[in-house]
């Protein structure tokens, strides 16, 4: 086994995924910046909060990966992360680091929640359950649903409420459109892999609902993200500046046609559908962070 380096450790985080964090963070640190110009104090309070969320992300990354390659989900052949299975770390590195981000996410947030309020506490609760038990979640077909909730309501009510000492309730609509593409990456994932999967011996939603309705679900809630930003600018929710989002539209379509074509003999149009579907939730975020930042300012 090679010395590793700083870089390897990085690499071991999985940092390419951490937008699914960071994004509806930022977006939710934005929107109360501009519905709430009294939020402005406790900008750093909401710097610190997206910081947290990432931090719990890699540590949930890598305890995942630790429990993937324990049970056989990870293997030789098999898409997938190569941490473990190219035995450039050894397990026990791998689940002692996750512990230690996850440990640095713990004190960050306790800090968070005495200069805000209990609240806080049990918002973190759900996103310590999502980093540190996912795995579990996972193999019994609820991963899809872990997502949604931690890397929807849980980030974006927690970035508020740091920022504006109280729940906005309208986060939790913000927050879908994000939370759904989020989803689909996942979704993607498990999809393509449903063969491999299942010779592990566990249960996915895709695997649950076969081939026809893992595509089904994946358009509809492609579909949904831009009807309901539409909507939030309709009733105001969302600045008019958010309409920039859909020029997105390209990626999400070309992420769609490519799992209308697979069949459950054939999933290469997919293989690197969970890169595009990220790829789409990179942009749409980034985008509705543009309009918010637009509105911000002008």
């Known amino acids: 086994m090679k010395k590793l380096t700083a870089k390897d450790w990085l690499f071991a985080t999985r940092p390419w995924s951490f937008p699914a964090s960071s994004m509806p963070a930022l977006v939710s640190f934005l929107y109360m910046w501009y519905v709430h110009p009294e939020s402005h104090q406790n900008l750093w309070l909401g710097i610190a909060a997206i910081v947290g969320a990432v931090i719990f992300h890699a540590g949930g990354n890598m305890i995942s990966d630790y429990f993937d390659y324990k049970y056989g989900v990870d293997r030789e052949g098999v898409p997938g992360t190569d941490n473990l299975t190219s035995k450039r770390f050894h397990p026990r590195q791998i689940l002692t680091f996750g512990a230690i981000l996850v440990g640095v996410g713990v004190i960050l947030g306790l800090i968070l929640v005495n200069l805000t309020g209990i609240t806080l506490l049990w918002i973190g609760i759900v996103g310590f359950i999502g980093a540190v038990f996912y795995y579990k979640f996972k193999f019994i077909a609820l991963g899809d649903l872990a997502i949604f909730i931690v890397y929807g309501p849980t980030i974006a009510l927690g970035v508020g409420y740091v920022m504006y000492g109280a729940i906005d309730w309208r986060l939790l609509l ?11 990456i996942l979704h993607a994932n498990n999809t393509r892999d449903t063969k491999s999967d299942r010779q592990a011996g566990i249960k996915t939603f895709a695997m649950l609902i076969g081939v026809k309705n893992s595509i089904a679900e994946y358009v509809i809630l492609t579909v949904m ?15 008019p500046f958010a309409l920039i989002v859909l020029l997105t539209i390209p990626i999400a379509i070309r992420n769609s046609r490519a799992i209308l074509k697979i069949t459950e003999d054939n999933m290469s149009s997919i293989t690197l559908l ?8 990179l942009v749409f975020s980034l985008s509705l962070s543009l309009a918010l930042i637009l509105s911000i300012i002008l």
């Not at 993200?225 to 600045?239: F, N, Q, T």
């Open 225 to 239: 993200a831009y009807v309901l930003l539409i909507a939030m600018v309709a009733v105001r929710i969302l600045p």
């Open 174 to 184: 913000l927050c879908l459109p994000i939370a759904f593409i989020t989803v689909n």
């Open 274 to 281: 969970d890169v595009g579907t990220a790829q789409l939730q």
